[in-house]
């Protein structure tokens, strides 16, 4: 079964950090392009975060996140990462993990699977 | 506010057919970029509903379907179930941001 599990979430101070993971199974992870995808818990709509390449060798941030998150990806684990540093209350929300549906690269297909999702709280 | 715009909601009786809307622009739909819709029901996360403006993924019924005309695209829902009530998104991309872009959501409930 196609799967992914995504974990690290939790409650975390302003200017704190945080790492998120999603463990990927099913599918072989190193063909696709992943991304982080998050729903703020003030009522707002799904917002992109980050891709990367299938390889790992491209990433791609929101400019809202820019110079303070870092995607990754460890193919042995087959495992995704968010690394957030400098974390502010916008930051709250449920971060998903998303799979891209074909081998095409990032940008290119539809996200056909997706993880339950982590909650992330910014408060002081 | 979002670079794809959806409306807020929209409700409809059971059995009825309702459409939600996505407009975008001449850097994301107006430039041939393909619409991706999502539905996302109440505490679990979006599930694929249409790829590619008008293509259903395997387990999804024909109720739902989907186009693209211009700088929109659209959803619709034929024989509305109490079980559609959710969130539903659309997706793009947008060459000048180089990014993926959503909607801000449509809520639907059924009346």
């Known amino acids: 079964e196609v799967q992914l599990v995504e974990s690290g979430g939790g409650l975390v101070q302003p200017g704190g950090s945080l790492r998120l993971s999603c463990a990927a199974s099913?599918?072989?992870?190193?063909?696709?392009?992943m991304s982080w995808v998050r729903r703020q818990a003030s009522g707002k709509g799904l917002e992109w975060v980050s891709?990367?390449?299938?390889?790992?060798?491209?990433?791609y941030y929101a400019d809202s996140v820019k110079g303070r998150f870092t995607i990754s990806r460890d193919k042995s684990k087959n495992t995704l990462y968010l690394q957030m540093y400098y974390l502010r209350a916008e930051d709250t929300a449920v971060y998903y993990c998303?799979?891209?549906?074909?081998?095409?690269?990032?940008?290119?297909?539809?996200?056909?699977?997706w993880g339950q999702g982590t909650m992330v709280t910014v408060s002081s | 506010q979002s670079v794809l715009t959806q409306p807020p909601s929209v409700s409809g009786a059971p059995g009825q057919r309702v459409t939600f809307s996505c407009t975008g622009s001449?850097?994301?739909?107006?430039?041939?970029?393909?619409v991706h819709w999502y539905q996302q029901l109440p505490g679990t996360a979006p599930k694929l509903l249409i790829y590619?403006?008008?293509n259903r993924p395997s387990g999804v019924p024909d109720r739902f379907s989907g186009s693209k005309s211009g700088t929109s695209a659209s959803l619709a829902i034929s024989g509305l179930q109490a079980e559609d009530e959710a969130d539903y998104y659309c997706?793009?991309?947008?060459?000048?941001?180089?990014?993926?872009?959503f909607g801000g959501g449509t809520n639907l409930t059924v009346l």
């Open positions: 590619g403006n008008s």
């Open positions: 099913g599918f072989t992870f190193s063909s696709y392009a």
């Open positions: 891709s990367i390449s299938g390889s790992g060798g491209s990433t």
């Open positions: 001449s850097s994301n739909i107006g430039a041939g970029y393909a």
């Open positions: 997706q793009s991309y947008d060459y000048i941001l180089s990014c993926w872009v």
């Open positions: 998303a799979k891209e549906a074909g081998t095409g690269g990032v940008f290119h297909d539809a996200f056909d699977i």
